[in-house]
Nanobody, 116 residues
């Protein structure tokens, strides 16, 4: 049974940076498409960034393009979301997700708050 655990969230001021990490156990990230989602209070969960298996191509929501970067460290079996130039509207619970065929794993979520 695979498990994902996020870390690195917290409270930052607008314009600052945070790095979210998602560590996997029971599965190997390089064999899965991996995603970061977020959900703000009163809003639906939205896809923020994705990293495909084949070719390592990435995609981002328009709202974070140019500010967020998703990457993978295979040695540590970790997926990373680097978030720069954070804005108050980035405040949300962030979730890590890994999918392959009918396997679909989610982390427990981690709070990111951007406020002055």
């Amino acid at each position: 049974q695979g498990q994902l655990v996020e870390s690195g969230g917290g409270l930052v001021q607008p314009g600052e940076s945070l790095t979210l990490s998602c560590v996997a156990s029971g599965l190997t990230f390089k064999n899965y498409a991996t995603f970061w989602y977020r959900q703000a209070p009163g809003k639906e969960r939205e896809l923020v960034a994705s990293l495909r298996i084949t070719g390592g191509s990435t995609n981002y929501a328009n709202s974070v393009k140019g500010r967020f970067t998703i990457s993978r460290d295979d040695a540590k079996n970790t997926v990373i979301l680097q978030m720069n130039s954070l804005k108050p509207e980035d405040t949300a619970v962030y979730y890590c997700n890994a999918r392959q065929s009918y396997y679909d794993y989610w982390g427990q979520g981690i709070q990111v708050t951007v406020s002055s």
